[in-house]
């Protein structure tokens, strides 16, 4: 049985990185004795996977991850189970089960929501407007340019798909994310300090936090976080 | 008070999770039923502290104690350790958050000699005075406990007490007392007096240590210890350390603390028994462990069941100081692999023989990692001096039934400047490694794993306390180096690969393993100047240590270069392990002929551990094992 879990990643869980957070799963699943299914060969591992691995320090509301089960559960049996074995800072919200023929999540995203609590020292909703408003923004970043790893600039206006400050300090975010377009939004921000002349500020690590996991179908956003989807 | 950290401060250390607690297993108390709050700390990383098995043993058992509460600190890597002081956070534990400065004791557990400095940089992080007699009633009492506990001088100035001997025996007696003390009105420091006529504990500052009036021979300015004697009549003239008597009857650590952070050994461990009956002469372990005594087949295969549930690790590690010493070894494997047919097991410490060869096969292990032969001496000879019973044989047996089992790897440890050593002994470390080399080519093809690498280790032996070897002088550091490059001339096969190290660190180490009172401030300089983590190769600072034993006018020739007469009153004289100065002495003179001694199941050499206890190997005749 293949079963979609949707689950929040908060508090001191923040500072446990994607492989550590996997393993924290992987154990926790063998605690609650979920009948997990693993690969063949001489160093069996499970199959599960995660949507997007989130980057230290983050929070996630609708983190998504998979797994196949070698024997049925019920949803419910996985969510009990599985949530009483968790560490606070991880916290189930719901689980379904999925067709065997479902690409992998992973595959599916394109997008991802984020709010990000810039610093509180002044109201930045000018600011914000006028960097965001602009037609072209040159992010750089290190690539490869045929084979040779360098910096390189990449343009990515294009991969915000919508924003709005939800107060002077808050900006809410929808912007690419995925295998082939990703723009990570703690980039965006130090290049909108650059801009806005806050060159102290980036030091600053700001509290991000991913709301939601987008995919498109028929160029819409679907949110694949809320359980409806 | 509660220690707050920020996110900034987080994000800007290297991996954050060794700071944040929180872990699955992790304990939660409600203070206000706590009388007695006590932290454990680890005077090093965390990824490296959290792999111990005494850390998870030690805050099992006293957590299980009711109005006890223990938890745990480690040793800030330099990163974080800098922004502690820069914006002035105390150290803290990590199930709390509480600063270590309000416990009401902090234990610090010795482990090996190269943390001692981490150990004066925590009490500093923690606002503690580092001098015991400059502490008042507002700090802990500063306890110590672990293997190297047993020489407790070169740290007796910074020690409030020390605790010798094994963490389940004594703990809940000594609360106990501290509470109805406090109860009473009665003073922190006041407890002191009272803890040092209980069982297995030492507090250093009630003990006088006189010199003699004149240099010990051969040295410039350093006088040998005449005597070490209690200051208050009810203070015992030696202490004597508390053991368990039975494995059986104490509890394990069935829900060990699960870090976030990978760490070195991620797995669940299980201690099959304790002790080992072997006895090599340069081996501190095998003494201060005695007697072996055994867990039994049920009691581990139910403590299994419990820690791979409460953890999820799909590894184990069954542990000892002689894996193959267990009996009934293979019987206990084999029901686990049945019972867990996906749980990866490893038996560190395994001798290679047909048995165990048969053994890894079946548990699918040890290709990987390849096979290691401990054989620690080049020559038969210099191997009966150490009393390391193994024989050339049996290691060439072995291997040439590993290469046909298909192993292609083999490891293979040695000592350099053993008491005895010669050219031929470290000689013959090369000519073993080509006669493995030759066992192979001997194979036909078909026969033999694809190719083979043989990897030569080397380290320098270290005289330690406690050990048959501990009047023996140490090989100064340019005869190391030299014995190291002769054997790197030698070592001229081209399967076999050898690296050279640096012998400094031995020298130091085995400079503090037999120190004394006054290596205190030599330890003291060396923080001073700077030094941490000094286990850490690329931590290490050399010229920090050699400034520091310059300052201090510690003499290399007294400590680590002199062979101590029979008479010699060592540091550690006052402290009974059980195991008698005698017995040492006895098995000292048969390594100088070169006769090896029987282990413990073949004949008891009267060691003097069994008048002390009534439980184990020494009395494994008449005591069934089950
Ligand atoms: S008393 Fe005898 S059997 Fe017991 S540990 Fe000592 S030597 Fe071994």
Not at chain 2, 502 to 531: H, M, Q, V
């Amino acid at each position: 049985m293949n079963k979609q879990v949707i689950y929040e990643k908060s508090g001191r869980l923040r500072f446990v990185g994607h492989l550590d957070f996997m393993r924290t799963i992987h154990r926790a699943m063998r605690r609650a004795d979920i009948p997990l299914s693993y690969s063949q060969g001489f160093n069996p591992h499970p199959h599960m996977s995660f949507a997007s691995p989130l980057a230290l320090g983050w929070s996630g509301e609708g983190e998504i991850m998979e797994f196949r089960t070698e024997t049925d559960i019920s949803d419910q049996e996985v969510m009990d189970r599985l949530s009483k074995e968790l560490p606070e800072g991880i916290r189930i919200l719901s689980c379904r089960t999925i067709p065997d023929k479902e690409p992998p999540i992973m595959a599916k995203i394109q997008a991802a929501g984020y709010q990000i609590l810039l610093p509180e020292d002044r109201d930045w909703s000018d600011a914000v407007a006028k960097f965001l408003d602009r037609p072209s923004i040159m992010l750089k970043k290190m690539g490869k340019v045929r084979g040779r790893k360098q910096e390189i600039e990449v343009e990515v206006r294009p991969w915000i798909y919508e924003w709005k400050m939800e107060d002077p300090h808050t900006l809410s975010l929808i912007c690419a994310c995925g295998s082939e377009q990703n723009l990570k939004p703690d980039l965006l921000i130090n290049e909108l300090y650059q801009q806005s002349g806050e060159l102290e500020k980036l030091r600053y690590a700001e509290s991000i936090c991913r709301t939601a996991l987008y995919g498109r179908k028929e160029g819409k956003l679907i949110n694949y976080s809320s359980p409806e989807a | 008070m509660k220690v707050t950290l920020s996110d900034q401060l987080l994000l800007s250390v290297q991996k954050p999770a060794r700071y944040i607690g929180g872990e699955v297993n992790s304990v939660q108390k409600d203070l206000k039923d706590i009388h007695t709050r006590f932290c454990f700390c680890f005077p090093d990383v965390y990824d490296v502290g959290m792999c111990h098995l005494g850390l998870q043993i030690i805050y099992h058992d006293l957590n299980s104690y009711k109005g006890v509460y223990c938890e745990r600190s480690f040793a800030p890597w330099p990163d974080m350790e800098a922004l502690m002081r820069k914006q002035q956070i105390p150290l803290y534990s990590l199930e709390t958050f509480t600063p270590l400065k309000e416990f009401d004791f902090i234990g610090f557990t010795l482990q090996y000699e190269m943390s001692y400095t981490n150990i004066l940089n925590m009490l500093d992080l923690a606002g503690i005075p580092l001098y015991s007699k400059d502490r008042t009633e507002d700090d802990p009492l500063v306890i110590a406990g672990g293997p190297n506990a047993y020489n407790p001088e070169p740290l007796a100035d910074f020690m409030d007490l020390y605790y010798m001997g094994e963490g389940e025996v004594e703990y809940e007696h000594l609360f106990a007392l501290y509470k109805e003390h406090r109860e009473k009105g009665g003073k922190k420091r006041d407890f002191l007096r009272i803890a040092a006529t209980g069982p297995g504990i030492y507090v250093p500052s009630f003990y006088e240590v006189e010199y003699e009036d004149h240099p010990a021979a051969g040295c410039d300015h350093t006088p040998r210890i005449r005597q070490v004697r209690p200051v208050f009549p009810d203070v015992p003239a030696s202490v004597r350390k508390v053991l368990v008597r039975n494995m059986d009857d104490i509890e394990y650590p069935t829900h060990p603390i699960i870090p976030y952070l990978q760490i070195v050994h991620d797995r669940a461990v299980m201690e099959i028994f304790r002790g080992c009956i072997r006895g090599c002469r340069f081996c501190n372990a095998g003494m201060i462990y005695r007697p072996v005594r055994m867990r039994s087949k049920e009691n581990i295969l139910d403590w299994v069941d419990k820690v791979l549930a409460a953890t999820g690790y799909d590894e184990l590690s069954l542990t000892s100081l002689a894996s193959n010493d267990y009996p009934g070894l293979y019987e206990l494997l084999k029901t686990i692999h049945e019972r867990y047919p996906h749980v990866n097991v490893s038996l560190p410490s395994l001798r290679v023989d047909a048995f165990s060869l048969a053994l890894m096969e079946e548990l699918g292990e040890g290709k990987k990692s390849g096979l290691t032969f401990a054989a620690e001496a080049g020559t038969q000879r210099l191997r009966d001096v150490i009393n390391k019973g193994i024989t050339e044989e049996e290691i060439l047996d072995g291997v040439k039934l590993a290469f046909q089992g298909g192993w292609d790897r083999v490891k293979l440890y040695f000592m350099l400047g053993l008491p005895r050593e010669t050219e031929e002994d470290v000689f013959g470390i090369s000519k073993l490694a080509s006669d493995i080399v030759h066992e192979w080519y001997q194979l036909p093809k078909e026969e033999r794993s694809r190719d083979l690498t043989v990897t030569v280790s080397t380290s320098f032996f270290v005289p330690k306390p406690f050990t048959p070897f501990q009047w023996c002088a140490q090989a100064d550091y340019d005869t190391y180096m030299k014995t190291q490059q002769f054997l790197d001339s030698k070592i001229r096969n081209k399967k076999v690969q050898y690296r050279c190290h640096d012998a400094f660190l031995s020298t130091l180490e085995g400079l503090l393993a037999r120190g004394d009172r006054r290596t205190g401030d030599l330890i003291y300089a060396a923080w001073k100047n700077g030094c941490r983590f000094d286990s850490w190769s690329d931590m290490f600072d050399e010229a920090a240590w050699k400034k520091s034993i310059e300052e201090t006018g510690t003499e290399l020739a007294y400590y680590n270069y002199r062979e101590r007469p029979e008479d010699e009153v060592f540091p550690w004289d006052h402290i009974d392990i059980g195991v008698t100065k005698k017995f040492l002495y006895r098995e000292f003179e048969r390594s100088k002929q070169g006769i090896v001694s029987p282990n413990c199941r073949e004949q008891c050499l009267g060691c003097g551990i069994r008048l002390i206890n009534d439980t184990g190997v020494c009395y494994e005749k008449s005591e069934e094992i089950r």
